[in-house]
């Protein structure tokens, strides 16, 4: 059973960071191409980041690039997402996903996503 788990959350201020982690189970996770995407109130879901399989090729919303970075530690079977430079329009409740596949394409597709975690609330405020 496909399992991940979001951690990390929490209230940050502007210009301050945070570091997402995403605990993944129950397959194989070096596989598989992995994203973040987040939500904020009111508005609709929204593909932040996505990593390939071993890593080397990251992709970014234009709204996070040069701020937010993702990585995986596959041995740890964990994905992050460090975010710095935060501003109050980066809270959101933030969910990684699992892609269908290594090469899944285009990665910041998330209809093609087949599992989800339950998501870490982003705060950033003063």
């Known amino acids: 059973q496909v399992q991940l788990v979001e951690s990390g959350g929490g209230l940050a201020q502007p210009g301050g960071s945070l570091r997402l982690s995403c605990a993944a189970s129950?397959?194989?996770?070096?596989?598989?191409?992995m994203s973040w995407a987040r939500q904020a109130p009111g508005k609709e879901l929204e593909w932040v980041s996505g990593?390939?399989?071993?890593?080397?090729?990251?992709y970014y919303a234009d709204s996070v690039r040069d701020r937010f970075t993702i990585s995986r530690d596959d041995a740890k079977n964990t994905l992050y997402l460090q975010m710095s430079s935060l501003k109050p329009d980066d809270t959101a409740l933030y969910y990684c996903?699992?892609?269908?596949?290594?090469?899944?394409?285009?990665?910041?597709?998330?209809?093609?996503?087949?599992?989800w975690g339950q998501g870490t609330q982003v705060t950033v405020s003063s």
């Open positions: 129950g397959f194989i996770f070096s596989r598989y191409a």
């Open positions: 996903a699992k892609g269908p596949r290594e090469d899944y394409a285009p990665i910041e597709d998330f209809n093609g996503y087949d599992s």
């Open positions: 990593i390939y399989s071993g890593g080397k090729d990251t």
